[in-house]
C-alpha cells in the first residue's frame, strides 16, 4: 500500500499595527498560483499579504516555498528583517524558516509554526 505525503501547514501570527491578533495559516501547494512566493508587505499592489505598519517597507520580505521547506528573502527592506535576531544582509539572501522561528520585518514580530 502506497504512504501518501502528508502536506506541511504553515501558520504565522501576528499583531497588527492596532493590536489585533491575525493569522495566516497555508500550504505550499497554496502557494503554486503565487509563483512560490508570498510576498508581505504594506502595499496592497506590491505585497500579497498586507501588514499595516509604517516601518514595513512597500514589498518588504518574500517567503519563498521550495522543497517542502520555506525561507524568507528580505526584498531591500528599509528596515530590514530578521530571524530569531539574526539579520538578512543583502537583496535575495534566504534563510530557512522552521517551526518556532521569530521573523522580524521593520518592527513587527511574526511567530512561525509549522501546523501538525
Known sequence: MP??????????AWCDGQGVARALSFSEADMRW???????GRSPRAAHLVVEDPRIS????????EHGEMFVEDLGSKNGTSVNGKRLIGRGR??????????????????VSLER
Open 58 to 65: 512597500r514589498a518588504h520580505a518574500a517567503l519563498v516555498f
Open 34 to 40: 503565487k509563483g512560490n512566493r508570498l510576498i508581505l
Open 94 to 111: 534566504r534563510l530557512l524558516l522552521r517551526h518556532g522561528d521569530g521573523l522580524l520585518l521593520g518592527g513587527m514580530t511574526m511567530i
Open 3 to 12: 504512504r501518501t505525503r502528508r502536506v506541511k501547514r504553515w501558520r504565522l
